[in-house]
């Protein structure tokens, strides 16, 4: 068995990586990192600032950024020049707000060196868009955690209801849609499956079967 090991899990917006991936990492006792909540933390900042549009100005302020990752008993929490923002960044806005920082490659820089940071030296599950091909290319299992669009949008549904929103379904569906087209055609990093990643399609799988297959897998790579 290794001694410190690192899965890379990547996949489109709403295929459950990040409750996945979290459930995974505690059993298998390894720490969890939610990418996806760093860049809704940067997409957060330049959303307030309404500077979304302007990829240049995104791209000059990027560096400059106090952006932290704490953890309080256990759940990760994102600060923000100081503010906590762990519950801001779910919101839909921000995650489209994600992704249009996202394109940007000086943003992407930023981020993918305080992942590595992160990673270093430790047992670590970390999830987001370009994890196995550009942040851990050498990880110790790579995985591509997808499922259709149609059980994205009614898991993503679900999810807003059950926070007292009342969204209209063919709008998460719509909203999934374009995110997908805009992580796929991004000109940095674009999401892609990584040429050895495993696939592991959670359509017709519940959360308990998707974890289990997940652990499965990374129990296989580690050696366990």
């Known amino acids: 068995m290794?001694?410190?090991?690192?899965?890379?899990?990547?996949?489109?917006?709403?295929?459950?990586?990040?409750?996945?991936?979290?459930?995974?990492?505690?059993?298998?006792?390894?720490?969890?990192?939610?990418?996806?909540?760093?860049?809704?933390?940067?997409?957060?900042?330049?959303?307030?600032?309404?500077?979304?549009?302007?990829?240049?100005?995104?791209a000059?302020?990027?560096?400059?950024?106090?952006v932290q990752v704490k953890f309080?008993?256990?759940v990760q929490h994102m600060l923000l020049e100081g503010e906590d923002v762990t519950e801001a960044i779910r919101k839909p806005e921000a995650s489209m707000a994600a992704s249009a920082v996202g394109a940007v490659p000086?943003?992407?820089?930023?981020?993918?060196?305080?992942?590595?940071e992160t990673?270093?030296?430790?047992?670590?599950?970390?999830?987001g868009r370009d994890i196995g091909t550009k942040v851990l290319p050498n990880a110790t299992l790579k995985v591509y955690l997808t499922a259709t669009a149609e059980v994205r949008?009614?898991?993503?549904?679900?999810?807003?209801?059950?926070?007292?929103?009342i969204p209209a379904y063919h709008c998460v569906l719509d909203d999934l849609v374009e995110r997908d087209y805009n992580d796929m055609h991004r000109a940095a990093s674009p999401l892609k499956r990584a040429e050895d990643a495993q696939l592991l399609d959670t359509s017709n799988?519940?959360?308990?079967?998707?974890?289990?297959?997940?652990?499965?897998l990374a129990r296989a790579a580690i050696g366990e």
Request: charged letters at 30%; aromatic letters at 6%.
């Open 2 to 58: 290794q001694k410190n090991f690192s899965i890379a899990i990547d996949g489109p917006a709403g295929a459950g990586k990040s409750t996945v991936a979290r459930a995974a990492a505690e059993a298998l006792g390894a720490m969890y990192l939610d990418t996806g909540a760093m860049y809704r933390t940067v997409g957060l900042y330049f959303l307030r600032e309404n500077l979304l549009e302007d990829r240049d100005e995104i």
């Open 106 to 116: 000086e943003v992407r820089a930023y981020l993918v060196r305080l992942q590595q």
């Open 72 to 74: 309080i008993n256990g």
């Open 205 to 216: 799988l519940t959360l308990k079967q998707s974890v289990d297959e997940l652990v499965r």
């Open 153 to 165: 949008a009614l898991r993503r549904y679900a999810e807003l209801r059950g926070k007292g929103e």
């Open 60 to 66: 000059r302020r990027v560096d400059g950024l106090n």
């Open 119 to 127: 990673a270093r030296g430790i047992s670590i599950v970390m999830d």
